[in-house]
C-alpha cells in the first residue's frame, strides 16, 4: 500500500489542509481565530509543513518533497528527471484535495464573510502590491532560500551524516517559518507551485458562497518563480558537490 507517489499525496494533503487551513482561521469571519495575524499565520505553515514532511515519510515518499519545486533542484542537481511529472501530479492533486476538505470544515463562514479577496487568499497567494516583476524576483528568491537551506541541512559537507535521523522535518519548518517572517510579506511566499496551483483550481471550481475572481492573471508568478529559484539552487548545489 505504501509508496512515493502515496507519500508525496499524503504529505501534500496534510500540508494543505493545515497551511490553508491556518490562512481561513484568520481571514474568515466569525472563526475563534479571525484577524491573529501574520504570525499565527506564518507559524501555522511552519508546522503544517513538518506535519506533511513526517506524512509523506509515513506513507512511503522518503523524499517528502512536497513541493514540485524540490523536485525540480533536486532533479537538476543529480540530473536525474525521472520524477518530476508523477510527484508534480501526485503534489498537485493533494493540495487540490485538502483545498476540497478546508472549504467544507469552514463552511459555514464563507457565508458570513464578505470580501472576496480574503476568500481566495485562503486558497492561493498573491502579491501586497501587484508589480510582476517584482512579485516574481521575490518568488525566486524565497525558493532559492529554500533549496539552499534544505541542501544545507541534508549536506555531508555540513554535518558528516547530514542531519540527525527525524530531526530534518523539524528544521525545515523552522527554515519556512523564517522565509515566512522575512520573505513571505511581499507575495505570501508561495516557494511551491502545486501549494498555489491546486487550491487556485480548488478555489475557480467550488461553489464557494460570495467568491470572487481566481486571479489566473498573477497565477504564472508562483509556479515560474519557484521553479527558477530551485533550479538555480539545484545547479549551485551541484557545482558545490553537497
Given at each position: 500500500?505504501r509508496?512515493?507517489?502515496?507519500?508525496e499525496?499524503?504529505?501534500?494533503?496534510?500540508?494543505?489542509?493545515?497551511?490553508?487551513?491556518?490562512?481561513?482561521?484568520?481571514?474568515?469571519?466569525?472563526?475563534?481565530?479571525?484577524?491573529?495575524?501574520?504570525?499565527?499565520?506564518?507559524t501555522?505553515?511552519?508546522?503544517?509543513?513538518?506535519?506533511?514532511?513526517?506524512?509523506?515519510?509515513?506513507?512511503?515518499?522518503?523524499?517528502?518533497?512536497?513541493?514540485?519545486?524540490?523536485?525540480?533542484a533536486?532533479?537538476?542537481?543529480?540530473?536525474?528527471?525521472?520524477?518530476?511529472?508523477?510527484?508534480l501530479?501526485?503534489?498537485?492533486?493533494?493540495?487540490f484535495?485538502?483545498?476540497?476538505?478546508?472549504?467544507?470544515?469552514?463552511?459555514?463562514h464563507?457565508?458570513m464573510?464578505?470580501?472576496?479577496?480574503?476568500?481566495?487568499?485562503?486558497?492561493?497567494?498573491?502579491?501586497?502590491?501587484?508589480?510582476?516583476?517584482?512579485n516574481?524576483?521575490?518568488e525566486?528568491?524565497?525558493?532559492?532560500?529554500?533549496?539552499?537551506?534544505?541542501?544545507?541541512?541534508?549536506?555531508?559537507?555540513?554535518?558528516?551524516?547530514?542531519?540527525a535521523?527525524?530531526?530534518?522535518?523539524?528544521l525545515?519548518?523552522?527554515?519556512?517559518?523564517?522565509?515566512?517572517?522575512?520573505?513571505?510579506?511581499?507575495?505570501?511566499?508561495?516557494?511551491n507551485?502545486?501549494?498555489?496551483?491546486?487550491?487556485?483550481?480548488?478555489?475557480?471550481?467550488?461553489?464557494?458562497?460570495?467568491?470572487?475572481?481566481?486571479d489566473w492573471?498573477?497565477?504564472?508568478?508562483?509556479?515560474?518563480?519557484?521553479?527558477?529559484?530551485?533550479?538555480l539552487?539545484?545547479y549551485?548545489?551541484?557545482?558545490?558537490?553537497?
Open positions: 500500500m509508496g512515493a507517489l502515496l507519500g499525496f499524503s504529505g501534500t494533503f496534510m500540508m494543505m489542509l493545515l497551511g490553508d487551513g491556518v490562512v481561513a482561521a484568520c481571514v474568515l469571519k466569525r472563526t475563534k481565530a479571525e484577524g491573529a495575524g501574520w504570525m499565527v499565520i506564518t501555522g505553515w511552519a508546522f503544517a509543513v513538518l506535519c506533511g514532511i513526517f506524512t509523506a515519510n509515513l506513507f512511503g515518499s522518503a523524499d517528502a518533497h512536497l513541493n514540485p519545486a524540490i523536485t525540480m533536486f532533479a537538476v542537481k543529480a540530473g536525474e528527471f525521472s520524477k518530476i511529472v508523477p510527484y501530479a501526485a503534489q498537485v492533486a493533494g493540495s484535495s485538502a483545498a476540497v476538505v478546508v472549504w467544507l470544515f469552514y463552511f459555514p464563507w457565508k464573510t464578505e470580501d472576496p479577496g480574503a476568500k481566495l487568499a485562503v486558497f492561493c497567494t498573491g502579491p501586497a502590491i501587484c508589480s510582476y516583476g517584482f516574481l524576483f521575490s525566486i528568491v524565497g525558493a532559492f532560500v529554500l533549496v539552499i537551506v534544505v541542501g544545507a541541512m541534508t549536506s555531508k559537507l555540513v554535518l558528516s551524516t547530514g542531519a535521523t527525524g530531526l530534518t522535518p523539524f525545515v519548518g523552522c527554515l519556512v517559518w523564517s522565509i515566512g517572517l522575512s520573505l513571505g510579506a511581499t507575495t505570501g511566499y508561495a516557494i507551485p502545486a501549494r498555489d496551483f491546486g487550491p487556485r483550481l480548488a478555489h475557480s471550481l467550488l461553489p464557494i458562497a460570495g467568491k470572487g475572481g481566481s492573471a498573477y497565477s504564472w508568478v508562483p509556479i515560474v518563480g519557484p521553479v527558477i529559484g530551485a533550479s539552487a539545484g549551485v548545489l551541484r557545482l558545490i558537490g553537497s
